[in-house]
C-alpha cells in the first residue's frame, strides 16, 4: 500500500533514553533552518488515533499485554500514523523525522521475548509495507540510558520497569538490525555531548539530501 511520495522519510532509533528524541528535534530544526519543509512526528503515536493506542500500550503494569498484543497494537497504530500524517506529508514533498517506526517493533516485539520476528516482519509487509529511506540508531550504554529515561519520570516507564537486562538484549537487537539493513541505516555512537551528536547526524543527512549545512 505505501506508495513513494516524493519527500524522504528519517527516522531515529534506539534504546529507552538514548537520546533519539534530542536528536530528531536537532534534526529538523536543522533542516528548518535551511529551508527543508520538515514534519517532525513518533510513534507510538503521530496520528490522534495512534496517540490513543499510545497511551494503551505505554502505561500500566509490565505485563499487561503479552508479545503477540503488542506487535497487533502497535502496527494498528503505526497503520493510522502511516495512512493520516506520514503518507500525506511525504507526497507534499516533505521531509518527514520520526522517533521511532517499524524497527523498534522488530526489536522489542520480535527479539525480547522469545523469537516473534518472523510474526513482524509478515504483519509489517501485510499492513505498513514502507521502509525509512535513512535510519539513525543512537548506539549507547544501557546503564546510563536507563537511569536519563528514568530520571524523567513521564509515567510511560512500562518498557523501562523490564530493567537493564532488557535494555542490553535491545541495544544488541538495534545493531544487528543496523547489519540488515545497512543501506538505510547509520549507528551513531550516543555517549557523547549533545551537539556531537547532532552534528554527525545532521552531517549524514545532509548529505543524503544532497544539501549543505
Ligand atoms: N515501543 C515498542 O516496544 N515497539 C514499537 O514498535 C515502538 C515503541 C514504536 C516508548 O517509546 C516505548 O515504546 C519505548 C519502546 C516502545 N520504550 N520505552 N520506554 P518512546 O520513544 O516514546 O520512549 P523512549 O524510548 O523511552 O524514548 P524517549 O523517552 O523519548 O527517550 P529518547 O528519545 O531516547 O531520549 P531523549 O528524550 O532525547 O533523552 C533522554 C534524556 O537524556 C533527556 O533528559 C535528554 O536531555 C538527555 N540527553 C539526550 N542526549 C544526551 C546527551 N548526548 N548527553 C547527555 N544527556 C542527553
Known amino acids: 500500500m505505501a506508495e513513494q511520495g516524493q519527500g524522504i522519510f528519517i527516522t531515529f532509533e534506539g534504546i529507552d533514553g538514548s537520546g533519539k528524541s534530542t536528536q530528531a528535534v ?3 530544526e536543522r533542516l528548518s533552518a535551511s529551508g527543508v519543509d520538515v514534519l517532525r512526528t513518533r510513534e ?3 496520528s490522534s488515533g495512534a496517540e490513543e493506542i499510545r497511551a494503551l500500550l505505554l502505561q500500566g503494569e509490565p505485563d499487561r499485554w503479552s508479545a503477540e498484543t503488542e506487535i497487533l497494537l502497535f502496527t494498528a497504530a503505526r497503520r493510522d500514523h502511516l495512512e493520516k500524517t506520514i503518507q ?6 516533505k521531509c518527514v523525522i520520526s522517533d521511532r517506526f517499524a524497527d523498534s517493533t522488530r526489536v522489542y516485539q520480535g527479539a525480547t521475548r522469545g523469537d516473534l ?10 499492513m505498513i509495507g514502507k521502509e525509512p529511506d535513512l535510519t539513525f ?3 549507547m550504554d544501557p546503564k546510563v540510558a536507563l ?24 541495544r544488541h537487537g538495534f545493531l544487528a538490525l543496523a547489519r540488515d539493513f545497512p543501506e538505510r541505516c547509520i549507528v551513531v555512537d ?23 549545512l
Open 26 to 28: 536537532r534534526l529538523c
Open 44 to 46: 507510538p503515536g503521530g
Open 88 to 93: 500525506p506529508a511525504l507526497a507534499q514533498g
Open 117 to 126: 520476528r518472523g510474526t513482524v516482519d509478515k504483519l509489517h509487509s501485510l
Open 137 to 139: 540508531i543512537i548506539d
Open 147 to 170: 537511569e536519563r529515561g528514568l530520571a524523567r519520570n513521564s509515567g510511560e516507564d512500562r518498557f523501562e520497569d523490564f530493567g537493564l537486562g532488557f535494555q542490553e538484549t535491545l
Open 190 to 212: 550516543g555517549n557523547r555531548s549533545l551537539e556531537a551528536v547532532a552534528s554527525e547526524v545532521a552531517a549524514f543527512a545532509a548529505d543524503r539530501l544532497g544539501i549543505e
